[in-house]
């Protein structure tokens, strides 16, 4: 018996050490993949940003160039749609392109912050011009399955399978010598994600300028205080971070539009979010705000391309393509 429990006691201390030491293994791991990531964010230039704002949809596309490798992303681009007549232009995203050629970058990732209600995207464009991937949120599956039955879009698998990537929180991305990291900032839609690359984040509609406070929250599966964690998220980050907006709108008594500011000037100042705002304060605020607005005038064409990843529905037996306008939902 003594011989039994002495053999007991000698396993159960072997396999202690054998757990101690793999936490070892694993903390030693840990170390190095940090220590590595430091050395290339310090050995890497911030990222180049270059802005091609949209007016008839007050929306910024970003083109963001890591300077060592030439390797570019083109975030929340816009495919000009004219509502009255539904036709469309590409203009606005071959100024994007054209820019990328005159530099001499190489576009290897096609970025949404989300799935646009304002603007149609011209991700698939994009995509047959420069082969790049397309890339959103995971959470734009949601999105899909709530709006499918609303456009009758039974064609559309709602899994998110129309995009090239679908990104988690906390997923990263190689642009150059420089990362992408990706957080998932849901509240304004469930699909909203904010891309930090190097010194700089991509909020999409999170936030806006600090004179103009924060996005609305009455779309279906928007939530106040869901979008005030997300933001008090983002405003954790060191006060230089550059801050890039997807749209902007001209406050009152301010006479350009800007779409780049600061975690610490959003802290400071902005109206819906600076520090002291609290989440019951911010979800009243947000909500009388809401209850006041208009939807935007190309939220059912917008929604029905953007969910598509871009594309617009499938066409008609004879080839013609429709968009679909229900009435009485919203």
């Avoid at 430091?38 to 890497?44: E, F, L, P, V």
């Avoid at 495919?79 to 100024?95: I, P």
């Avoid at 399978?161 to 190689?174: M, P, V």
């Avoid at 539009?257 to 975690?263: D, G, I, P, Q, R």
Wanted: hydrophobic letters at 40%; aromatic letters at 8%; charged letters at 25%.
């Amino acid at each position: 018996m003594a011989a039994e429990r002495g053999k007991s006691s000698t396993s159960a201390a072997a396999a202690r050490d054998r757990r101690q030491a793999e936490a070892l293994r694993q903390n030693l791991k840990k170390r190095k993949e940090q220590a590595r990531a430091r050395a290339d964010a310090s050995d890497a230039s911030p990222p180049d940003v270059t802005c091609f704002f949209h007016e008839p949809s007050f929306t910024a596309t970003y083109l963001v160039a890591d300077p060592a490798s030439g390797d570019a992303a083109i975030i929340d681009s816009v495919l000009d749609y004219d509502g009255a007549s539904g036709r469309t232009r590409t203009t606005a995203a071959d100024q994007v392109l054209a820019a990328a050629k005159a530099r001499d970058l190489k576009v290897v990732w096609i970025l949404e912050t989300h799935v646009h209600a304002d603007h149609l995207s011209a991700a698939q464009h994009l995509k047959r011009a420069t082969g790049a991937p397309i890339g959103i949120g995971a959470g734009v599956a949601v999105v899909q399955k709530t709006f499918r039955p609303l456009f009758g879009a039974w064609d559309l698998i709602p899994d998110g399978s129309q995009f090239d990537r679908l990104f988690a929180d906390g997923d990263r991305a190689a642009l150059g010598r420089l990362t992408i990291e990706v957080a998932h900032t849901p509240g304004h839609t469930p699909a909203c994600v904010t891309y930090r690359i190097g010194d700089a984040i991509f909020v999409g509609d999170t936030m806006f300028m600090p004179d103009y406070g924060s996005a609305r929250c009455d779309f279906p599966d928007g939530d106040p205080a869901i979008l005030y964690r997300s933001a008090r998220r983002l405003l954790a980050l060191p006060a230089e971070t550059r801050m890039f907006l997807c749209h902007d709108y001209k406050a009152p008594g301010r006479d350009r539009y800007v779409w780049e500011t600061s975690v610490g000037a959003q802290r400071e100042t902005n109206i819906h979010l600076k520090d002291g705002m609290g989440e019951a304060q911010f979800v009243a605020l947000r909500r009388a705000r809401d209850a006041q607005l208009t939807m935007p005038a190309l939220i059912l064409p917008s929604v029905q391309v953007n969910m598509r990843a871009g594309r617009f529905p499938p066409p008609e037996a004879d080839g013609s393509v429709h968009i679909r306008i229900p009435t009485d939902r919203f």
